[in-house]
């Protein structure tokens, strides 16, 4: 379509004559900031942080996709006069933008030293918190919701938390402690109402309860809960109310790199624009901002138009509503959804449409400050307004300064708007100025659909916008644009099939031609970036079907088409999913009225350090104060995944002002420099060649952050490559890339004599893959010298002795003078138990070097390249069986992705080789295991340790007996299910196993098979959506596999006053571990927990602890507390005897005079666990085992592969939990973890083996709105464990594969809708079943319009590991 060029609505005649500022002034808190030299470059967050010292406020991403760094900024609306309160991402927000406003940061709300907000109070106190780290931007999301809303809807809430994320807590008790703000919360009989005490949904669903005699279901106390009373927030501060110049002066900031305009007059904006053409509009900073950030791109001149008001209104017109390019999406969204409430229907279709897509753009805190404007512009191929504006050919007011004029025209989306990727018609020295949003004729109808990897705050993988006028009363199709994104470089039309359609009838036979017509129309070429070609082209076909659907349905309410046009089982196709509210349970065995209430044992206490975190005080590596002279490291990093490295030159970053050196293998000897906690096969810094992308060459140190970071980008390094380059398992395979000593061989029985004596034989694959940690605090470390010869470092690690070992090792030092302090981490998930190597020795060597403090933290895109993942798996299997499913043989071959370093690959095989069986007894068994060799950074520990990876191996074996001999899994579960007195294949004796009552509680508990009746119901009425259910145990081996490391010690001091200082082993890293052992210690030692304290891991305190991992840490060091608080009570015994009714402290002053030691050294080792065939064959393998099971329903989109958990119910036996909100906690953030490995995420590598998905926008973790609409956990009563501390379980890893009830329900859902379409049920669905594998399993007359290009005729855009 040609630009239309109309005359100006615009000129304003105005000359530029305003009042210009250069000072920002804004205010954190109440307290006033002036800063006379602000940095355009800076972030608010980078502000805060680093010049205000308000540490609150974390980093975890910097691109706006974790929340992390939430805060609420407040600002008056000079026309209404109204305060707006607003949650944003300070990562994002240009400090320069403040001026004028007042921000509230976490510190800002309420303190442990004073009181806490109730926000605070809340979510600390309902269990809320685990490591921390996503708390206080969590807390200011819901607190920015309330000071708008005072009594949010529960859709509030999910609207307020689609930009925050967490990995810890599984999201539910965060929006149980939240939800009693709600709206829906507030019930006519006040605090005496059943959910105040903690019976209730909250919902209003039940008001029963489901305790029992044993049984307790209130983790939390919500009517001890401080009231919420909104007029007691701090006001807006006074002077930026008053003083009208914050708004009405322009503004310049000036630094040496960048200039920071902020225009009032239209006139002025178009002048600056004229004079520097590339100049950047910065509105929201959300596209700029990841630019500069990620790309690293430098804009001199940067013009915020906030204040210009043409570009901030919003104007109803007679065919239109007129919105100013910078309006906010929020304000677009809020306007637009309060109008579709006052016009009539019909006007509205096109508004209807866009705020159904703005709930699915991004997060709340973007839509906050993102603009129309910078969507349009940016021009992104996926962006999520432009389908919606191009088939809707909005009209848009351009304005430019030509020659000191001011010139305006208008131009419409549609064709030819977008001239190529991100660019448009728009010239340079042009502005947007507005957009006009069309209200929509009676014969008119807008649809708009997105598909994304996640629901909520995921950019689309396709969407589309079909915009149809039909000929007046009839369904014959007068005009139609359609629009898709995704499809190509930029949003495109289907033009052709928009022509064949006109004067059609609007009809299946229409349908059909229609998606023949798109298929050729957008094809993608087989390489295309962004690959899942196949997906992407069915997409284009059903989204425009999911249209079809919705249109059809209107035209049958309009009465223009008989109502039968389309089928009731058809219409299922037209829904999209929507996030359903909450409905929970929480069971638990009740202490008894016996046990002092001085005892915490077995009660759920709240995370000791909950408040400190909920109120940011909580510190974290990175929030140690700078010091004076402290240095900043960057690291130098390899691009390529296998080369020859000729050169290293860092001259050019040495020339730098501020930069103080350059390290890399040649600044250390062979002999420091190759590292490796258990097996010494990696460096420091890469010698010669690099043998994967992200791999740590060097490291440059300089003044600070930013200098450090350029300078790194300086250092020259020249390589060859290295053929052959191997990614994947299959290609592993191919060229025999091996670590040495594999296959490694776990035999029992006879297999080969058992496959000839079996009825059934089936051969099978299934492939598991890579999963990021992406704990959201990344690696951190400062080191500091002391003395000559001394040095400390504070480390983000789980295992502080391996990181004092190698500093050791590296700076040639012994160990006793190098001290690792960890205070606590912000997640690892086993992530940080190896890792951190790669960030702690290097900052070491440097402090230890140039005699300075040294600190680095890793962005979020270094951390995921560098620090491994969870291992991908692949397994062949070949089973045997009888007729009633008996399971009598088992050869399987498991491939593991190590990585190019052993790392603890080795253990993490041997633990899937262990459990791939899972609960199912097999008398012959042949497990056979390769670690493959690989280009990829060297994969590591993760929450269950390979485990999980091996068990969903054993659970496709037994549906798949199920599927040949057409009998209920169930059944043929329970046939194969272990029993105590069983032998595993590594030799193990099971004793007290409770899988048995797991099972049959959970499957009453979910009600089971009356669900799966249901569903079967359900799929027979649903052409387009098929529900599935699934029903998943697990049987998960405790200690750890390097027999030695299963020990612990611990050092308790009491001082004279009677408070006690406790020190273990362990690294507190969200898991509850230092609450537990405030629990054990204070059970030991028979005073309340509240006398305890944990300060830190430090290595001087406890050495050569093992790393924090595999779960037993509360066993280990529980053991060891209780062994020391028996040495002190030992001591105490004579004066307790003595003096009988004194206190504690009166027992302790007294011993202290009496000059008893009040200091005690604890130790501990788990008996009897040295298997060894040979030399120790009757020793455990594993201390005992921790079983669980979960039942999952799911519902799928067939069109689409969207999917919706619609519940989840586990049981899980802990023994006797020391603490049931911790240990509830750990089930619920480890199936949302282990939801997340089986169905969404998914890391993407190009085939050059370079890693792509590098952050929260393309590697999406499970947000809330993934959490099943009901997740009920209960722990089994009375089942006490006799080789654990107090009887109780460990907790942390076990639950995850229970996540894979989720996949297996999915696949279930898929095996419904290919039955219906009479397609075979033996089906490859690779985990993660990602939306794109659910619709391309789900194969129907669509997916077969599309042409696969055959395997190896071309180079995929990317690859699976
Ligand atoms: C975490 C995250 C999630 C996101 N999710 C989505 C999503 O789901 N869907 C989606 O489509 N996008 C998404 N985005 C992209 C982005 O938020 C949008 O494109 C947003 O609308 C950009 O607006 P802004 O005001 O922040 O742009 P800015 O970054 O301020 O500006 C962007 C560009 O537009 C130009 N510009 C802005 N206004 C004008 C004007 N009036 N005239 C001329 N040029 C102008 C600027 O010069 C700049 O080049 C996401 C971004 C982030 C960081
Ligand atoms: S750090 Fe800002 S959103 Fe992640
Ligand atoms: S508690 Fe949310 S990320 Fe750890």
Redesign the pocket.
Same mark, same amino acid.
Not at 360 to 363: D, I, Q, R, S, V
Not at 382 to 385: G, P, V
């Given at each position: 379509m040609d630009q239309k060029i109309e005359s100006s609505e615009l000129n304003t005649g105005k000359n530029v004559r305003t009042k210009t500022s250069s000072v920002l002034i804004f205010f954190v808190n109440g307290k006033k900031v002036i800063d006379a030299n602000p940095d355009p470059e800076c972030t608010l967050l980078t502000y805060l942080r680093d010049k205000l010292y308000l540490c609150g406020t974390k980093l975890g991403c910097g691109?706006?996709?974790c929340g992390a760094c939430t805060v609420m900024i407040s600002r008056i609306d000079r026309n209404t006069n109204e305060i707006r309160h607003l949650a944003v991402n300070a990562c994002?927000t240009p400090v320069c933008a403040m001026h004028g406003y007042a921000v509230t940061t976490v510190e800002g709300i309420g303190s442990t030293r004073t009181r806490l907000h109730p926000v605070q109070e809340r979510i600390a106190k309902a269990h809320g918190s685990q490591c921390g780290f996503c708390t206080p931007g969590i807390v200011m999301s819901m607190y920015a919701l309330l000071r708008s809303s005072p009594q949010p809807t529960m859709k509030d809430l999910e609207i307020a938390f689609q930009g925050n994320l967490c990995r810890c807590t599984g999201y539910r008790p965060i929006l149980e402690g939240y939800k009693t703000f709600t709206k829906e919360f507030s019930c006519a009989m006040g605090d005496k109402c059943c959910k105040m005490n903690g019976n209730g949904d909250g919902n209003g669903n039940s008001c029963n309860g489901n305790s029992s005699n044993n049984v307790d279901d209130k983790l939390f106390e919500k009517s001890k809960f401080l009231p919420f009373d909104p007029s007691q927030e701090p006001i807006f501060p006074p002077e930026l109310q008053l003083n009208t110049e914050f708004d009405s002066n322009s503004i310049v900031f000036k630094s040496p790199r960048v200039s920071w305009y902020r225009p009032v007059e239209l006139e002025e904006l178009l002048q600056i624009k004229a004079q520097n053409p590339n100049a950047?509009?910065?509105?929201?900073?959300?596209?700029?901002?990841?630019e500069v950030k990620f790309k690293h791109l430098l804009y001199p001149v940067l013009i915020n138009?906030s204040k210009v008001k043409q570009?901030n209104e919003i104007k109803e017109q007679e065919d239109s509503i007129y919105f100013g390019? /910078?309006v906010s999406?929020m304000d677009i969204q809020n306007y637009l959804q309060d109008l579709i409430t006052k016009l009539p229907e019909y006007q509205t279709r096109f508004f209807k449409c866009t705020v159904e897509m703005l709930h699915?753009?991004?997060?709340k805190q973007?839509r906050n400050?993102? /603009?129309?404007?910078?969507?349009i512009?940016?021009g992104?191929p996926?962006?999520?307004?432009n389908p919606i504006l191009t088939a809707g050919t909005v009209k848009m007011l351009v304005a430019g300064m030509v020659d000191g004029q001011l010139k305006t025209r208008y131009v419409h989306m549609g064709s030819g708007f977008f001239t190529g990727y991100r660019k448009n018609v728009?010239a340079p020295h042009e502005?947007?100025i507005g957009i006009y949003f069309p209200k929509t004729l009676p014969n008119q109808y807008v649809i708009a659909f997105k598909q994304a990897r996640r629901r909520d705050?995921?950019?689309?993988i396709v969407n589309s916008a079909i915009n149809v006028f039909f000929k007046p009363n009839t369904n014959i199709v007068d005009q139609i644009f359609m629009a898709f994104g995704g499809m190509a470089p930029t949003t495109i039309l289907a033009p052709r099939t928009s022509e064949m359609m006109v004067k059609q009838n609007w009809d299946h036979v229409l349908v059909e031609r229609v998606t023949e017509s798109l298929c050729a129309e957008l094809p993608l070429e087989p390489s295309a970036p962004g690959g899942m070609i196949a997906y992407r082209r069915s997409l284009v076909v059903s989204l425009f079907y999911k249209s079809y659907l919705v249109i059809s349905q209107k035209l049958v309410s309009a009465g223009i088409i008989p109502y039968n046009s389309i089928s009731d089982e058809e219409c299922s196709g037209a829904e999209s999913f929507h996030t359903p509210i909450l409905k929970s349970a929480q069971l638990f065995e009740r202490v008894s009225s016996e046990q002092s209430i001085c005892d915490p044992i077995g009660r759920p206490k709240v995370h000791a350090a909950a408040m400190k975190q909920a109120t940011g005080e909580a510190m974290y590596c990175d929030d140690i104060p700078r010091m004076e002279n402290e240095l900043y490291l960057a690291l130098v990093l390899s691009t390529k995944a296998h080369a020859k490295i000729l050169s290293i030159d860092a001259t050019e970053a040495l020339a730098m002002d501020g930069v103080h050196a350059f390290y890399s293998s040649n600044d250390i000897s062979d002999n420091e420099n190759v590292v490796g906690h258990v097996i010494r096969d990696e460096t420091i810094f890469a010698i010669d060649k690099v043998y994967t992308g992200g791999q740590v060459i060097g490291a440059i140190v300089a003044d600070n952050q930013k200098l450090a970071r350029e300078a790194a980008k300086l250092v020259q390094i020249d390589y060859e490559d290295i053929l052959p380059r191997i990614i994947t398992i299959e290609q592993a395979i191919e060229h025999e890339s091996y670590f040495p000593n594999y296959p490694q061989i776990l035999e029992k029985g006879d297999v080969d004599q058992a496959f000839k004596n079996c009825a059934h034989i089936y051969e099978g694959t299934c492939r598991v893959g890579a999963q990021e940690h992406f704990y959201l605090e990344t690696h951190a470390a400062i080191a500091v010298t002391r003395d000559t010869d001394e040095i400390e470092i504070f480390s983000s690690t789980q295992h502080p002795s391996g990181i004092q070992k190698l500093i050791s090792q590296v700076l040639s030092v012994p160990a006793h003078r190098v001290v690792c302090r960890v205070k606590r981490l912000g997640g690892g998930f086993g992530g940080k138990e190896t890792r951190s190597t790669s960030v702690a020795v290097p900052v070491a060597l440097a402090c230890y070097r140039l005699r300075r403090p040294v600190r680095c933290m890793l962005d979020r895109d270094e951390d995921m390249m560098i620090t491994g993942t969870r291992h991908p798996f692949l397994f062949k299997y070949k089973i045997g069986f009888t007729n009633e499913g008996l399971i009598t043989a088992c050869y399987i071959e498991c491939y593991a992705n190590a990585g190019w370093s052993m790392d603890v690959s080795f253990a993490v095989l041997e633990h899937a080789m262990d459990h791939f069986e899972n609960c199912y007894r097999i008398p012959n068994i042949k497990v056979v295991g390769w670690l493959c060799k690989t280009n990829t950074p060297s994969n590591t520990a993760f929450r269950g340790f390979g485990a999980p990876q091996g068990m969903f191996a054993g659970e496709h074996m037994i549906r798949d007996v199920a599927r040949i001999l057409g009998k209920d899994y169930v059944d043929i579960m329970k046939l194969n299910f272990y029993e105590t007195g069983d032998i595993t294949h590594y030799n193990q004796k099971l004793d007290t196993l409770q899988i048995n009552r797991c099972f049959d509680e959970c499957l009453e508990q979910s009600n089971f098979y009356e669900k799966r009746k249901k569903i079967q119901e359900f799929n027979k009425s649903n052409r387009w959506r098929k529900r599935g259910i699934s029903i998943v145990p697990t049987k998960y081996g405790i200690s750890f596999g390097i027999p030695h490391i299963n020990q612990a010690g611990c050092l308790i001091n009491i001082y004279a006053d009677g408070s006690v200082l406790l020190a273990h082993g362990g690294v507190e890293i969200g898991q509850g571990l230092h609450t537990k052992m405030i629990q054990c210690t204070a059970k030991a030692l028979g005073i309340p927990a509240d006398f305890i304290h944990i300060s830190e891991f430090a290595t001087d305190k406890v050495p050569n602890a093992t790393p924090t991992a595999a779960s037993v840490s509360s066993d280990l060091n529980g053991m060891a507390i209780i062994d020391a608080c028996d040495k002190l009570n030992t001591r105490l015994k004579t004066i307790k005897e003595a003096l009988p009714t004194a206190t504690w402290k009166e027992w302790i002053n007294k011993a202290y005079f009496d000059r008893i030691s009040l200091s005690a050294t604890g130790f501990y080792s788990t008996p009897d666990i040295h298997y060894d065939p040979v030399r120790q064959p009757n020793a455990r393998k594993y201390n005992y085992f921790t079983n669980g099971v979960g039942v999952t329903v799911v519902e799928i989109d067939c069109l689409t592969g969207d999917h919706q958990v619609w519940s989840t119910d586990i049981v899980m036996d802990l023994g006797s939990s020391i603490n049931p909100a911790i240990d509830i906690g750990q089930i619920e953030g480890a199936y949302m973890q282990g939801y997340g490995l089986f169905t969404l995420e998914e890391l993407i590598y190009s085939p050059q083996g370079i890693l792509l998905s590098r952050g929260p926008?393309t590697y999406k973790i499970a947000g809330f709105g993934n959490i099943p609409a009901e997740f009920n956990v209960s722990l089994l009563t009375g089942a006490p464990n006799p080789r654990a501390v107090y009887s109780s379980k460990a907790v942390g890893e076990p639950p995850l594969f229970i996540g894979a009830a989720a996949y297996f329900a999915i696949k279930n859902a898929i095996s419904h809708a290919r039955t219906e379409r009479g397609l075979s049920t033996d089906f490859t669905l690779n985990a993660p079943a990602t939306a794109a594998k659910i619709r391309m399993a789900c194969e129907d007359n669509f997916t077969k319009l599309i042409d696969e290009p055959l395997p190896g005729t071309y180079t995929p855009w990317n690859v699976e590991l």
């Open positions: 691109e706006g996709g994002l950047k509009l910065v509105v929201g900073n959300t596209e700029v901002g990841v138009p570009l390019a /910078s999406l699915y753009f991004a997060g973007i400050v993102a /603009s129309l404007g910078g969507n512009m940016t992104s996926i962006s999520d307004m728009i502005v947007l705050d995921d950019i689309a926008s």
